[in-house]
């Protein structure tokens, strides 16, 4: 287990007041799907080199500073993050560090029925699947890959496993599948687990993104209002979600509604790429490079002081950025940043 002593007074802290509590990491921009809103023409792809990606005692190490700095929450991500041999062990190294209170993870599912079992005795608390289609056709035209039924099989698995929450996350594109919210949301209450339904951000590979193409949280609670009765919950503070629950009980959803009703005022998320860049906003186009001090021997407080000083440089959100909505030269693709 790695000591990590939590400085109170050095704190993620941006220029709005806003403190970081939670880390995505990806852990590679690689991956075996290629959605239609996520990755750029898989043919003209350029993987980040290997040697330029992390090491899990990287990772580590860096995850621990950030721990000292009040970091409490993790989520691992990618590009897919099953593809990392052994991500297990990261899983367990990442839950031995002091002040780090849950590490969940979010995957495509291809290969969660065969590692849930691992990634949950190695402390992964829950899962996050994502899931644009229940169509046979339809998902393999949005993921590229004839999936779903083995993406289904690993939702089952990891439910079976024990991990907690297990939800489901589903990019709703109109004329994609926008077609499908009643039959995903109605998949989720079978299962009792919790839907999340995300807008379509302009951060996908193809160019495909125009504002038409989103379907907004108020159109999905509109759809699905008109089967069920839903009660709000509301978006708790620094939560990405506005919650409503079923009446009768079964399931919840969740909407993310980034495009429609930013929520960039009370975030507090930071990102680690996996070639060791820190990015305090999904939208920033400044990359903070760790991996170089890292790799030449810095010592935490060194790499302390770089975190402390690229999170003060928070953007304010993409709330506050139009020109994002009409196109803009976005440094990387969704698969590259880790959604
Ligand atoms: N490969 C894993 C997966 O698909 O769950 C993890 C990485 S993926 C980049 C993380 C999440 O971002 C997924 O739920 C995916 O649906 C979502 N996502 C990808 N591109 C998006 C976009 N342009 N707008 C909104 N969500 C997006
Ligand atoms: Fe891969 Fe996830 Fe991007 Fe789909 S959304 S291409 S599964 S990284």
């Known amino acids: ?29 690689r991956c075996n799907f290629a959605c239609l809103f996520c990755m750029p023409d898989k043919d003209k792809m350029s993987w980040i080199p290997n040697e330029e990606i992390l090491s899990f005692e990287e990772i580590e190490r860096l995850a621990a500073v950030l721990a000292s700095l009040g970091i409490e929450k993790v989520r691992i991500t990618g590009g897919e993050p099953l593809l990392r041999r052994d991500l297990d062990k990261l899983v367990e190294k990442l839950t031995s560090i002091d002040g780090i209170r849950s590490v969940d993870m979010t995957t495509n599912g291809w290969h969660l029925e065969g590692k849930a079992g691992a990634l949950r005795k190695a402390g992964l608390r829950g899962v996050t699947v994502s899931l644009h289609s229940l169509r046979n056709d339809r998902f393999a035209k949005i993921s590229g890959v004839d999936a779903l039924p083995r993406v289904l099989r690993g939702i089952e698995k990891a439910l079976d496993e024990g991990l907690r929450p297990v939800k489901v996350n589903s990019v709703a594109i109109r004329g994609y599948n926008d077609d499908e919210i009643l039959d995903l949301v109605e998949y989720a209450r079978e299962r009792r687990i919790s839907i999340r339904f995300i807008e379509f951000m302009p951060l996908d590979g193809l160019g495909m993104w125009d504002y038409s193409k989103v379907v907004s949280g108020k159109e999905i609670i509109e759809t699905v209002s008109r089967r069920y009765s839903l009660a709000p919950e509301g978006r708790g503070t620094s939560e990405t979600s506005s919650l409503w629950k079923f009446e009768d009980g079964r399931g919840d959803l969740g909407l993310i509604t980034p495009m429609s009703e930013p929520f960039c005022d009370d ?5 680690l790429t996996s070639d060791g860049k820190l990015l305090s906003c999904l939208f920033d186009t400044e990359y903070h490079d760790l991996r170089s001090p890292l790799r030449n021997g810095a010592t935490q407080e060194e790499l302390a002081d770089a975190i402390l000083k690229a999170v003060w440089k928070k953007p304010d959100g993409v709330g506050y950025m139009p020109w994002i909505k009409d196109g803009w030269a976005k440094p990387r693709n969704m698969n590259a940043i880790g959604g």
């Open 1 to 29: 287990m790695l000591p990590v002593e939590v400085q109170k007074d050095r704190l993620l802290r941006d220029r709005k007041g806003r403190v970081a509590r939670k880390l995505r990491i990806s852990v590679t921009d």
């Open 267 to 271: 975030c507090d998320r930071v990102r």
